[in-house]
C-alpha cells in the first residue's frame, strides 16, 4: 500500500486511543495472501470490474452486519427486500440458540501487543461466552480465526472475563436448483454458480439464507499466526512506523 504522509497511514492502519495511536487487527490480518482473490479478478471481465463487485458485495455485506446488529441490540430496523431471505435466516438461528449479546462493535486494546480493533459482538451463546464474528462469505475460511484470536487476547487483557471461545456466524443466501447440486449465489451483483454437474438446465430455486454457526478451535495456534502477521506487517510500514516513532 502506498501512503502520501503520515495522516494517511495513521487513518487507514490503526486507531488513536487515549492519545496513543495503535495498528488495527484488520489491517494486520491483510498482510496474509488471500490466493481465492485472484481467481476472482481472473473471471472478471477487467480488473475495474472486480473492484465493482467487490466494493458492491462488501456494501450488501455490511447491510446484513449492520441489521444483525441492530437486531441484537433490540432495535429490529427496517430490513431491505435484498436481504430478507438472511435476515430471516438470523431470525431463525435465533429461535434455535439462547443468545445475549453482551457488548456490540467494541473497540478493544491488546496493550502488551500493541494492537487494536473493533470486534463484532461478545456473546452469551447457550451459557457460553464468546467472541462472535459475523460473516457473509459462501465458507467460513480458516483465516478468520486470526482476526478472532486477536479480539480474544485483547480482551483476555480485561480483567474478570471467564475464559472466552470465537465463533464464526455465516450469513448467507443462495438459490438451489431443483435438478442438481447447484448452487447460486448472487451477491453484489456478481453470478456465481458452485457445485455445478454436467447437462443440467439448472432452474433456479426462490432465494434461501442460511446462518451457520461454527465455534472455532485451536486459539494459540491462529493467535501465533496473527503475530506472525504482525512481524509481516511491520517490517512492511518500518517507513511510517519509524516516523510515527512506534
Ligand atoms: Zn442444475
Redesign the pocket.
Known amino acids: 500500500m502506498f501512503y502520501r504522509t503520515l495522516e494517511d497511514f495513521k487513518n487507514a492502519s490503526g486507531y488513536n486511543v487515549d492519545g496513543l495511536w495503535y495498528p488495527r487487527v484488520t489491517a494486520i490480518v491483510g498482510m496474509k495472501a488471500k490466493p481465492g482473490l485472484y481467481k476472482f479478478y481472473a473471471e472478471q471481465e477487467s480488473f475495474e470490474t472486480g473492484e465493482a463487485v467487490k466494493a458492491k458485495s462488501a456494501e450488501e455485506g455490511t447491510l446484513a452486519h449492520d441489521t444483525v446488529e441492530a437486531i441484537l441490540r433490540g432495535e429490529p430496523p427496517a430490513i431491505p427486500e435484498i436481504i430478507k431471505p438472511v435476515v430471516e435466516a438470523f431470525f431463525n438461528f435465533l429461535n434455535h440458540n439462547k443468545v445475549v449479546a453482551k457488548l456490540i462493535e467494541e473497540r478493544v486494546i491488546s496493550k502488551r501487543h500493541q494492537y487494536s480493533g473493533t470486534m463484532d459482538v461478545l456473546a452469551e451463546i447457550n451459557n457460553r461466552l464468546g467472541v462472535l464474528d459475523i460473516k457473509t462469505s459462501y465458507s467460513i475460511f480458516r483465516d478468520y480465526g486470526i482476526q478472532t484470536s486477536a479480539y480474544v487476547e485483547a480482551l483476555n487483557e480485561r480483567k474478570n472475563l471467564p475464559e472466552l471461545t470465537r465463533w464464526i456466524l455465516r450469513l448467507d443466501q443462495h438459490k438451489k436448483?431443483l435438478?442438481?447440486p447447484?448452487v447460486l449465489r448472487t451477491k453484489g451483483g456478481n453470478i456465481k454458480i458452485r457445485g455445478?454437474?454436467k447437462f443440467?438446465n439448472?432452474?433456479w430455486g426462490e432465494m434461501i439464507g442460511e446462518a451457520e454457526l461454527k465455534e472455532l478451535p485451536s486459539y494459540q495456534k491462529d493467535f501465533n499466526a496473527f503475530l506472525a502477521c504482525k512481524t509481516l506487517w511491520e517490517w512492511e510500514n518500518e517507513f511510517w512506523l519509524n516516523r510515527l516513532g512506534y
Do not use: G, R, T
Open positions: 436448483c435438478h442438481c447447484a455445478e454437474k443440467c439448472h432452474q
